[in-house]
């Protein structure tokens, strides 16, 4: 990859030549759109979310992804009547199985989307089998979704809840260069040699990530406070850098990597930022900045003087 390149410049280089290239995260596109999700759901039926720390990245394109998740929520939401809940979750391969009859074997199991359709008044078995027979719509709906799913490698699973309730599962590919178990592959805990980059612009992201990674380091990323947060309680130890935008979703980056500090405590800090110098103020304990548009040139000088113990090892 080109050294001198603006971050703008990789973005446009990754959008087309590396659009195969498609390392998405589950946890980010489910939280990203729960707006959309209640669009479809409608008022009258109630959502819950659950995300598993242990679903990470899928070889599916981003918008392709987001239209499976849609297509689940629609397909929940056919089952019930006026009232009941959906549930959305990600799962890891190591997770539990969505219920007895997900008798997926463990040599086969991949990262999962799950929605479930709960019906909170009692329903009878019958009325649930009448849902399920679904109008010609509705079962065109999922002839589709299922076609979907068959195009990026993976499967549309329906598995029954008890008498009244559904789910609809979507079983996804690994990422390509994801470990047995779909997560990327890091240093052991004790060797706080991680970079955690916390960017909520995507494409900006995944350029920034692919930069990294280029070069040898080990990436994780989030793209919000909870997710910065959940990532820093699973890896906590391992992370020697945090890379943190400055003004993130509901957050200052600078509060952000202070509620990391505990976590965290091995990690020196990059932020990186669209403003100039002069508006980022003092930076604290160390921090280093840089300023957007930046090169990969300049990310990795920066980077490796705050990682010196680790560049010098990569250099032997």
């Given amino acids: 990859m080109p050294v001198g390149m603006t971050s703008a410049a990789l973005v446009s280089r990754y959008r087309s030549a590396h ?3 498609n390392c998405t995260d589950l946890n980010q596109v489910v939280a990203r759109a729960e707006q959309s999700i209640s669009d479809i759901v409608g008022r009258s039926v109630g959502m819950q979310f659950a995300l598993s720390p242990n679903a990470t990245l899928v070889e599916v394109p981003l918008t392709q992804l987001e239209q499976i998740l849609l297509g689940l929520c629609s397909a929940a939401r056919g089952t019930l009547g006026a009232s009941g809940r959906i549930v959305i979750e990600t799962r890891g391969v190591n997770d539990a199985p969505v219920s007895a009859a997900d008798s997926v074997p463990p040599t086969e199991a991949r990262p999962r989307i799950v929605v479930r359709a709960e019906q909170l008044a009692q329903t009878s078995a019958p009325t649930r089998e009448r849902r399920m027979n679904a109008p010609s719509s509705e079962e065109l709906g999922l002839s589709a979704l299922e076609q979907q799913l068959a195009r990026v490698g993976g499967r549309l699973e329906c598995v ?16 390509v260069g994801t470990d047995a178990s779909g997560r990327m592959s890091i240093a052991a805990p004790e060797q706080a ?9 995507p494409q900006v992201q995944a350029v920034t990530a692919r930069i990294l990674r280029a070069f040898g380091y080990g990436v994780i990323t989030a793209h919000n406070e909870r997710s910065a947060l959940a ?14 935008d400055l003004v993130l979703p509901g ?22 930022s669209g403003y100039s110098p002069e508006h980022v103020g003092d930076l604290t304990d160390g921090a280093r900045f840089l300023r957007k548009p930046f090169t990969a040139q300049e990310l990795l000088a920066l980077v490796r003087e705050l990682l010196p113990e680790l560049a010098r090892a ?3």
């Fill in 160 to 175: 029954p809840l008890g008498d009244a309730d559904l789910a609809f599962v979507a079983h996804l590919p690994h990422a």
């Fill in 19 to 21: 659009a195969g290239e």
């Fill in 231 to 244: 990532q820093a309680e699973q890896h906590g130890p391992s992370i020697g850098l945090v890379v943190s």
């Fill in 193 to 201: 040699n991680v970079i955690l980059l916390i960017e909520d612009e």
């Fill in 314 to 316: 990569r250099e032997q």
């Fill in 251 to 272: 957050v200052s980056g600078k509060d952000l990597v202070h509620r990391l500090q505990e976590p965290c405590e091995h990690a020196r800090v990059l932020y990186i």
